[in-house]
């Protein structure tokens, strides 16, 4: 489905897979399957109808959803094309999405289209260098003050966003500045970002100059039962 996302997919795609990652009952992710699959109605059917849990059926939708979790890598090369407005404004929308401690929603996201600024990111630390071939690049903010949850509540803002970036067949990647103060103060500095503002990371986006297969991390050894 790579590309081919409608506008107004995301934000629904990804508030799901959260549900459905989150070990949501069995009731809830067939309630939000049946509500997202409409939105996704223009997108590739890749898979097939299928048995699942709780002797639900397994929408196409459902399926679609993790496949996007699974497909998620970071893609730090990028070509020249240009991303629109309507696709930051959708990443934004899943980004915003996300649960946030007591629904206090801190987040803040800068985002920098500027040649000279996305240059200056670039070199905020040895792994950020590829800002400045990307088409933007995202400061991932949180208001301190407002809620002592910020960075919990923006680090799933900010996965919400990579995946919604995924579903839309752009390629992204994290860039760590929390909690390297050295790194904050320079982010802050570009970007005219005030004091009482954290800023968590900055996410470089664009289409992808590289592809990369999906990633097989799930490992037993892991998992406890009942007890660790
Ligand atoms: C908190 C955090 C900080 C990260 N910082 C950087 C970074 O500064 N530069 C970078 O290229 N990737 C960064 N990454 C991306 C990781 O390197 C990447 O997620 C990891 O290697 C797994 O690869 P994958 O994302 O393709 O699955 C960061 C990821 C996280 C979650």
Redesign the pocket.
């Known amino acids: 489905m790579r590309g081919s996302a409608p506008s107004g997919s995301a934000s629904a795609l990804i508030l799901g897979a959260w549900v459905l990652l989150t070990g949501a009952a069995c009731a809830a992710a067939s309630e939000l399957g049946g509500g997202s699959s409409k939105l996704l109605s223009n997108t590739d059917r890749i898979f097939t109808r299928e048995s699942w849990c709780c002797g639900h059926e397994k929408d196409e939708t459902e399926t679609a959803m993790i496949d996007v979790i699974k497909r ?3 893609v ?1 090369k990028y070509t020249a094309e240009p991303v629109s407005e309507a696709e930051v404004r959708e990443l934004l929308e899943a980004a915003m999405a996300a649960p946030s401690a007591s629904n206090l929603q801190p987040w803040h996201f800068v985002v920098v289209r500027d040649s000279e600024r996305k240059g200056l990111l670039a070199r905020t ?1 040895r ?2 260098g ?1 800002i400045a071939d990307a088409a933007v690049a995202i400061a991932v903010c949180g208001e301190q003050t407002r809620s002592r949850h910020w960075v919990q509540d923006t680090s799933a803002a900010t996965e919400n966003l990579l995946l919604a970036a995924t579903a839309l067949g752009l390629g992204a ?4 500045i929390h909690p390297d103060r050295d790194r904050e103060a320079k982010v802050r500095e570009v970007l005219d970002i005030p004091e009482q503002i954290g800023v968590l ?1 900055l996410i470089a986006l664009g289409r992808p100059g590289e592809h ?1 297969p999906p ?1 097989h991390n799930y490992t037993e050894a892991r998992i406890h039962h009942d007890r660790w």
């Open positions: 998620r890598r970071s730090r630390h792994w950020s590829m990647v994290w860039i760590g990371c990369k990633q």
